[in-house]
């Protein structure tokens, strides 16, 4: 396993794990609101535009 270069787990599920991780509360709201997860960052930090943030902000 650490001897590849490429993971043999779906870039997809990598993702949704850290977000899900990472940001617990923004990814239940999210997932409640039928959003996508937006990108991170090397940081994991979310890098998102400002529609995403506008639609979880309503109500």
Known sequence: MY??????VPAEEIHKT????GHPVL???AKRKG???PPL???GQIVADQVWWQE???R
């Open 3 to 8: 001897d590849n270069q490429v993971s043999s």
């Open 18 to 21: 850290l977000f899900e991780r």
């Open 27 to 29: 990814a239940k709201v």
């Open 35 to 37: 959003l996508a997860y």
């Open 41 to 43: 960052d090397e940081e």
């Open 56 to 58: 979880m902000q309503r």
